[in-house]
């Protein structure tokens, strides 16, 4: 085999090469001689995948080396690249960018760090422009002094993206402010082909407001979101409209109150109406594929279990707030029945309660946890 690739052209034997999604497999095939071990190990794989330890007399040489940059298929940053957008080692990183044309996956929320705004948006203009292959993106931001608008400009413009995953941290000046959402918004509407969105926002609650009910993604699969401010009716009709979503995260989100009319007559201790919750609007039906949830506010399991995902094996986070009273405990065990036909793992802290749910649901594995599990990973090849 390993003559047979030999004796093709060079731009041939590139393009089957380029094809190679594995680390292992380009291995395996560098080990069948010793012409493959010399042109594949020191120019393939040692630049499949960038990590952020690379230093500046690294980022020059791949700037003047457009052949091993093309072999890049997951690129890693951090910080250090874009403290100084003016500087002479950012100015290589973006040139040896532009030469990565087989790039896949574009991580800057390595280690779930973030990177300043500033610079991010020549970053992002690069990778739009120079890397057709692109499907993971990743962006972690951290807005300093200044809440720049322009950084995520070109954020609308790119396209066939599977994986999105979006954090962003405040300074302390700005901890008060919302960072510009719009073009991530839009960004999400331009993208159909994502199987994975992942957005957590810091700090502040996030209002993503009512468009949001009309984001579908065809083949969505994994969702996950932090600190976000919704309507009930509006975040459920997203559920609702992305059918074959499989693993939901919802954490430290709150819920708007629905607009109320105005009040005919006056009353003098006026009847407060019952804080919302984010997944009420949930029907039968709602979420035909779901089959790992976290939902780490309220009582909102509850709703997902009277949607009845037919393929649900786990849910969390349960609480023995939730089986406080009598009339609260009967509603806990019957939203729990109504989907105990295919769930195998419960997660949540019910502390004494937790024997009286297993004997309930003896099939049923009961696990301690405060903070929501690992979902499984979603992406597009690497």
């Known amino acids: 085999m390993a003559s047979c690739l030999l004796s093709l052209p060079n731009e041939l034997t590139g393009e089957i090469i380029d094809a190679i999604p594995s680390l292992s497999d380009i291995l395996s095939l560098a080990l069948t001689c010793r012409a493959l071990k010399n042109l594949l190990i020191p120019s393939v794989l040692n630049y499949r995948h960038i990590s952020p330890t690379k230093t500046a007399v690294f980022w020059l040489d791949l700037a003047r080396s457009p052949d091993l940059a093309r072999n890049v298929r997951l690129l890693e940053v951090d910080s250090t690249l874009l403290e100084e957008p003016r500087g002479e080692l950012f100015a290589a990183f973006c040139r040896a960018l532009r030469g990565m044309s087989g790039l896949r996956k574009f991580d800057c929320a390595y280690g779930n760090g973030t990177v300043p705004s ?8 690069a990778l739009r422009t120079s890397c057709p292959h692109l499907n993971d993106l990743s962006l972690g931001v951290y807005f300093e002094n200044e809440m720049r608008d322009d950084w995520d400009v070109e954020l609308p413009k790119f396209r066939n993206i599977e994986t999105f995953y979006y954090s962003d941290r405040l300074s302390a000046p700005l901890i008060y402010a919302y960072p510009p959402f719009g073009n991530v918004l839009c960004f999400l509407f331009d993208n159909p082909s994502l199987v994975s969105i992942e957005l957590h926002f810091g700090y502040n609650p996030r209002p993503l407001g009512e468009s949001f009910a009309n984001l579908r993604c065809p083949n969505l699969k994994k969702f996950a979101i932090t600190h976000a401010v919704v309507l009930s009716s509006a975040f459920c009709s997203f559920l609702r409209l992305n059918k074959s979503l499989e693993n939901l995260r919802i954490d430290w989100c709150e819920c708007l109150h629905p607009p109320q009319p105005p009040q005919q007559t006056f009353q003098l201790h006026p009847r407060m109406p019952q804080r919302p919750r984010m997944l009420d609007s949930l029907q039968e039906g709602d979420l035909p594929n779901l089959r790992n949830c ?29 089986f ?14 109504a989907v105990s036909g295919s769930l195998k793992l419960l997660y949540g802290s019910l502390d004494h309660l937790k024997e009286d749910v297993i004997a309930a649901f003896p099939s049923l594995e009961v696990v301690s946890m405060q903070c929501y599990p690992s979902l499984p990973q979603v992406s597009g090849p690497v």
Request: aromatic share 10%; proline share 6%; charged share 30%.
């Open 118 to 125: 500033m610079g991010l948006g020549e970053v992002l203009e």
């Open 294 to 322: 976290w939902v780490g506010d309220d009582d909102n399991w509850i709703y997902v279990c009277k949607a009845k995902p037919p393929l649900l094996r786990s849910l969390g986070r349960i609480r023995s707030y939730d």
């Open 324 to 337: 406080r009273r009598p009339s609260h405990s009967k509603r806990a065990f019957e939203a729990i029945t």
